[in-house]
């Protein structure tokens, strides 16, 4: 199988799975859709509460793998930059102020 080739990198703490279907699919394997759940995911979990671990870790499997260009540098910046941003506010304000605003989303 796919995964006994090339294994599961728990290296990567948050992104091991990304890890894994990115360098499968630069490896050339191929996707298909199916009519079941095969994964489903909740908040709360490791790649939920430390998202900026998260980017990190996406940005340097694709750096690994094929490299990042100067927009996808950018894209990652913007995206750590965005969820520091939102992680800072919500500890700044109150909680039922952060209640309140998750709402309205």
Known sequence: SI???SGFDLSYR???DYNFIFLSWI???KFGGVNIVVSS?????VSDVKRLMSIQQRAKI???AVGLSAVDRVIFIKE???VWAVDLVKKLLPSVWVSF???KK
């Open 3 to 5: 995964l006994k080739k």
């Open 14 to 16: 948050t992104a091991a």
């Open 27 to 29: 490896r050339g394997c």
């Open 41 to 45: 995911i909740s908040s709360g979990g």
């Open 62 to 64: 694709i750096e690994r």
């Open 80 to 82: 750590y930059l965005k």
């Open 101 to 103: 605003l998750q709402k």
